[in-house]
């Protein structure tokens, strides 16, 4: 079993959808978790840390789920500038290294 | 804009040449990092540098060189690669007073090996 494991999709949704994302960690030490994006070619880019009483950013929420080892990015009113890759990224507080997942490819259609 | 900068954007190699990669930030951040990523895959860590030590290398073949000369630059030093290491090399950087923090990345180099 992979540490941390994403659908890799793609998901295709309609401009104005809401579309979630999940993303399932293996090990139950985890402390810190992080959704990315990123577009093709480019490098990943912070979207949002995760918190344990979920957090919100516009059209972004992210919650965590420590019971079942999962996180979530639900992205609502989708646009087209949307589309890309979403990467999540788990770590523990006794390491630097962050472990990434295979990422989510979201294709936002018009 | 990223504040994370590499340098070169792309770099074209031989197997014998010596090359570096190089990846400044002046956000005062105290970890740095090197990934590499081929595509479609996500993101592999390679080594992190913490106060400018060296805290973890990922087992990586010995012509990889980290080398981090202060707080802000950290340089990858590259020998007698295989094609097999063509691939995207992100540095990224964290606040680094404790693990556990986002990371952030520079553009990449896109590293091809003739």
């Known amino acids: 079993r992979k540490e941390v494991e994403q659908d890799p999709g793609p998901f295709n949704v309609p401009e104005g959808a809401t579309v979630a994302f999940n993303c399932t960690y293996s090990n139950s030490a985890s402390q810190s978790f992080f959704w990315y994006r990123q577009d093709c070619r480019k490098e990943p880019k912070l979207l949002m840390s995760?918190?344990?009483s979920g957090n919100e950013d516009g059209r972004f929420t992210a919650q965590l789920n420590r019971a079942s080892q999962y996180i979530s990015l639900l992205i609502r009113d989708s646009k087209l500038s949307d589309s890309a890759t979403y990467l999540c990224?788990?770590?523990?507080?006794?390491?630097?290294?962050?472990?990434f997942g295979s990422g989510t490819r979201l294709l936002v259609r018009p | 804009d990223t504040e994370v900068t590499q340098t070169p954007k792309h770099l074209v190699m031989g197997m014998t040449n010596k090359k570096s990669l190089k990846c400044e930030q002046h956000?005062?951040?105290?970890?740095m990092y090197w990934y590499k990523q081929k595509a479609k895959k996500p993101p592999e860590l390679m080594f992190v540098?913490?106060?400018?030590?060296?805290?973890i290398n990922e087992s990586v073949p010995s012509r990889f060189s980290p080398e981090c000369p202060n707080s802000s630059l950290l340089n990858l030093h590259l020998h007698a690669l295989q094609p097999e290491d063509s691939a995207l090399y992100l540095c990224?950087?964290?606040?680094?007073?404790?693990?556990?923090?986002?990371?952030?990345f520079g553009d990449g180099t896109r590293l091809s090996i003739l």
């Open positions: 956000m005062g951040h105290r970890a």
């Open positions: 990224a788990v770590g523990m507080d006794s390491s630097y290294k962050l472990i």
């Open positions: 540098y913490s106060y400018e030590k060296l805290s």
């Open positions: 995760v918190y344990s």
């Open positions: 990224a950087s964290s606040q680094g007073d404790r693990p556990g923090q986002p990371q952030h």
